[in-house]
């Protein structure tokens, strides 16, 4: 497993990451016996850092790999990112949601510290005001403290909500990485898109991030599913506007259509299709059972996709999907 730089921070991650999220879900579904292995074979493949989040399965995420890590002698266990979430209204109890959800994600986890703590709230429009993000005593302050109390090693966003607010924190020098919504239905955050474009534009944030050194870390790079395969798992929950199952589904089945398998399968080229921007620091990926953590590292293997796949993926981008 090949390793790139997270940012500057000076930690190395692998291109791969296990995502302990709800749309994968192998952590909150799986039995035991099938969490114990698909974890052993991660790590044993050079995957070297797992995402989670206090709300995936309210806590159980957390909760699961809290018990699998423990049973890994010390020197093997991979680094862990969690997240936490802040009620927009609540001005003068910042610090203390944030403590007390970082307290509990810790207990759950079994671990003292955690590589890196993300906000997980929507930034700007209708989620958290950017500024009880950046004001004094605002969410960046006190993750400043808890850095420096050793609690956390970095922090991080999900850079989901309004794409402006999203540039602005990630420029103002107070996140080390960002959460990125990227993939082959919504270039955006990569790719120039059509000023028209039918759904969120990300505004080229993974060049921005990588000009700030602020890592990334690519989510949704499956796009909830329909990239993966035409089956529905009944835990498609899309992110941005205008991008209800049905016309996502659409829009997978024209990129399948117009790849076809000469990059692997049509996961296979997702993933790819992440780890072909050099400014991505890692692909976060969601699993539903052991055989799709083996699909995500042989197309780890297979390496970025190419440039003559990109192109013919852009000519859908530059007809908005013929929408």
């Not at 307290?103 to 993300?118: C, D, H, I, K, N």
């Not at 209708?126 to 850095?147: E, F, H, T, Y």
């Not at 852009?314 to 007809?319: E, K, N, P, T």
Request: a negative charge.
């Amino acid at each position: 497993m090949r390793t790139r730089p997270f940012g500057r921070t000076g930690l190395e991650v692998s291109e791969i990451v296990f995502g302990g999220g709800y749309v994968g879900g192998i952590l909150l579904h799986a039995d035991d016996d099938t969490r114990r292995a698909v974890i052993r074979r991660a790590v044993a493949a050079g995957i070297n850092w797992i995402d989670t989040a206090a709300s995936y399965g309210d806590g159980r995420s957390e909760q699961a790999l809290g018990w699998l890590l423990a049973e890994l002698p010390a020197e093997h266990r991979p680094h862990v990112s969690t997240k936490f979430s802040v009620t927009p209204g609540s001005q003068g109890e910042v610090a203390a949601q944030i403590e007390r959800s970082l307290e509990q994600s810790l207990r759950r986890l079994r671990l003292e510290r955690v590589t890196l703590y993300q906000l997980h709230n929507r930034i700007g429009g209708d989620g958290l005001p950017l500024d009880m993000v950046l004001r004094s005593g605002g969410v960046c302050d006190v993750l400043d403290r808890l850095k420096d109390r050793g609690v956390i090693g970095a922090a991080g966003f999900t850079a989901l909500g309004d794409p402006a607010a999203c540039l602005e924190l990630a420029t103002s020098g107070r996140m080390q990485s960002a959460q990125v919504y990227y993939n082959l239905l919504n270039p955006g955050a990569g790719h120039p898109v059509p000023d028209d474009w039918p759904t969120t534009d990300f505004r080229r944030l993974i060049d921005v991030c990588a000009e700030a050194g602020v890592a990334v870390m690519n989510i949704r790079t499956f796009a909830g599913g329909v990239l993966a395969s035409p089956e529905r798992h009944g835990r498609e929950v899309p992110v941005t506007p205008n991008a209800e199952f049905e016309t996502e589904q659409r829009r997978a089945e024209m990129v399948r259509a117009s790849l076809g398998e000469a990059y692997g399968s049509p996961a296979q080229t997702a993933v790819r299709f992440g780890l072909a921007h050099p400014g991505v620091s890692c692909v976060v990926i969601g699993l539903a059972e052991p055989s799709h953590l083996e699909e995500a590292l042989a197309a780890a293997e297979m390496g970025p996709l190419p440039d003559a796949a990109i192109a013919t993926v852009r000519a859908l981008w530059q007809d908005r999907f013929g929408e």
